[in-house]
């Protein structure tokens, strides 16, 4: 999941750039949207197999993680995550339907969409659970493959995942704050088009 959150930042983060740049970096594609989705259901079936392992795991006291609570939350998390990763490829399928793959008709779609405040909470919401899910299923991950495995390493390994998954999740916020307000918290490009977060300049006297 984190190397999917990471990609599709690559591609959402030219849009603060303005449409073009979002439009030049990201090419919008009946292939690539296909390609896109068989990546998310094989990382959907293969969490749900790990989650299952993960129980016969810890029934033999082998688990990555420190207490059955920490498993509950993670389980938790995990389901608003991928519900949100689901939902957003819905958001693709819709538009890519209703205006063909045309990067420029999607980039203004996701802002007439992302700029409604009950939409808008339901993204803050799953990210707020992706970052959760990431946080603590990185360091899980690089435990149950032999890394940190001593009391100090782990702890340590804890705080770096923590502090990796927040700077994901804060690009996150600032790509959306961009298609939801016009303005991004940084990187937002001075030469982005009127109306995306900027206003039109005035017309000179005279001019034709």
């Known amino acids: 999941m984190a190397v999917l959150f990471g990609f599709g930042l690559s591609q959402m983060w030219p849009a603060l750039r303005g449409a073009p740049s979002y439009a030049a970096s990201s090419p919008a594609s009946w292939f690539s949207l296909i390609a896109w989705t068989l990546v998310v259901l094989l990382c959907l079936g293969a969490y749900a197999h790990g989650w299952g392992r993960l129980v016969l795991a810890d029934g033999e006291g082998a688990a990555p993680y420190r207490s059955a609570g920490c498993i509950r939350l993670q389980k938790f998390a995990g389901a608003i995550a ?120 005035p017309m000179d006297e005279g001019a034709p």
């Open 82 to 201: 991928w519900a949100f990763i689901a939902g957003h490829l819905v958001v693709l399928w819709v538009m890519t339907f209703r205006v063909g793959p045309v990067a420029l008709s999607h980039y203004e779609l996701l802002r007439e969409l992302l700029s409604r405040p009950v939409v808008l909470a339901l993204y803050m919401l799953g990210l707020a659970a992706l970052g959760l899910y990431l946080s603590q299923g990185i360091s899980a991950s690089l435990r149950a493959w032999g890394f940190g495995t001593r009391p100090e390493s782990s702890r340590w390994l804890e705080v770096g995942c923590t502090v990796a998954s927040a700077i994901m999740i804060l690009m996150a916020v600032n790509i959306l704050s961009h298609f939801a307000t016009g303005r991004a918290y940084w990187s937002a490009s001075s030469s982005a088009a009127p109306g995306v977060g900027q206003s039109p300049k």
